[in-house]
């Protein structure tokens, strides 16, 4: 199983967009600038956010694209699923006809698969991944302080 280029740059988009959250909207320029995704590609996967009022626009000088609902009632199944993009395990796509029209033996077994990624993809908001990167950036600085310091008392 694999999520599409699809799926990761929407996700990828809307945290940036939850990174300004409250800041004002963002374009889908600087989007494409900060994440290294074309101009052209966030045109399509902006126009399915928006078909899914996952994001607003603004028109004009100033505008561009903020959140349609805070990060926190976002989940990154929200987002892979407004791009129509869902990762299905079973070769039938759920239709149960897997093997010559019939019901494969393992068919049940990729069916809960499928459901299980979805309802753990469906538990983590945009919320949750912006805290966990400011928790990996506080991590990381915290790591940092020490290693200056030994450095600096050698001297």
Not at 48 to 65: E, M, N, S, T
Request: proline letters at 2%; a neutral charge.
């Amino acid at each position: 199983m694999r999520l599409s280029t699809k799926g990761r740059y929407a996700v990828t988009a809307m945290l940036d967009l939850a990174l300004h959250e409250g800041k004002g909207p963002v374009t889908l320029a600087d989007i494409s600038i900060n994440q290294g995704i074309s101009l052209s590609y966030l045109e399509q996967l902006f126009a399915a956010l928006r078909g899914k009022q996952l994001v607003r626009g603004v028109r004009g000088p100033g505008g561009g694209y903020y959140l349609a609902k805070t990060a926190a009632e976002i989940s990154i199944a929200d987002i892979i699923c407004a791009v129509d993009e869902w990762v299905e395990f079973t070769r039938c796509g759920g239709r149960e006809d897997c093997r010559d029209g019939e019901r494969c033996l393992t068919h049940t077994l990729w069916d809960h698969l499928s459901d299980e990624i979805y309802n753990f993809l469906n538990g983590i908001s945009l919320a949750d991944l912006v805290a966990r990167g400011l928790e990996k950036h506080a991590q990381l600085l915290a790591e940092e302080k020490p290693a200056k310091s030994k450095a600096t008392k050698r001297r």
